[in-house]
C-alpha cells in the first residue's frame, strides 16, 4: 500500500500561481512513476501532468503546457505540481496518484490516490 497526502491548494486570483504537494507514505516512493490530475463538479477526472519514477520522463496535458510544472524529490517522498499562470478554468480538486509501471495519462492506470486538495481561481 501506498499512502498519498495532497496539499497547497487554496484561493488564488487568475495569474497568479501556487505550488501543490504530495507526500508518499508506505511503499519505496523511487519505485513509482507519479501522476497528477484533476476533477471539477459534474466533470470526468483529467490528467494534468506525469512523471517517471526518476524524473527523467515528465509528461503534460496539452491545457497546461508552458504553465504546470511537475517535479519530484525521492528523498522526501515527495511530488510537486508548480502552477502558474492560473486561470479560471484550473478550478478542480487536484490528486495525486501513483503507479508502480507506467508514465500514463490515463487515470484507471494509476493504482494508489490521494484525497485530493482544492484549487480556486478567482477571476
Known amino acids: 500500500q501506498v499512502q498519498l497526502v495532497e496539499s497547497g491548494g487554496g484561493l488564488v486570483q487568475a495569474g497568479g500561481s501556487l505550488r501543490l504537494s504530495c507526500v508518499a507514505s508506505?511503499?519505496?516512493?523511487?519505485?513509482?512513476?507519479m501522476g497528477w490530475f484533476r476533477q471539477s463538479p459534474g466533470k470526468e477526472r483529467e490528467f494534468v501532468a506525469a512523471i517517471s519514477w526518476n524524473g527523467g520522463l515528465t509528461r503534460d496535458a496539452d491545457s497546461v503546457k508552458g504553465r504546470f510544472t511537475i517535479s519530484r524529490d525521492n528523498a522526501k517522498n515527495t511530488v510537486y505540481l508548480q502552477m502558474n499562470s492560473l486561470k479560471p478554468e484550473d478550478t478542480a480538486a487536484y490528486y495525486c496518484?501513483?503507479?508502480?509501471?507506467?508514465?500514463?495519462?490515463?487515470?484507471?492506470?494509476?493504482?494508489?490516490w490521494g484525497q485530493g486538495t482544492q484549487v480556486t481561481v478567482s477571476s
Open positions: 496518484a501513483a503507479d508502480p509501471h507506467l508514465v500514463s495519462t490515463t487515470a484507471e492506470e494509476y493504482k494508489y
Open positions: 508506505g511503499r519505496t516512493f523511487s519505485n513509482y512513476n
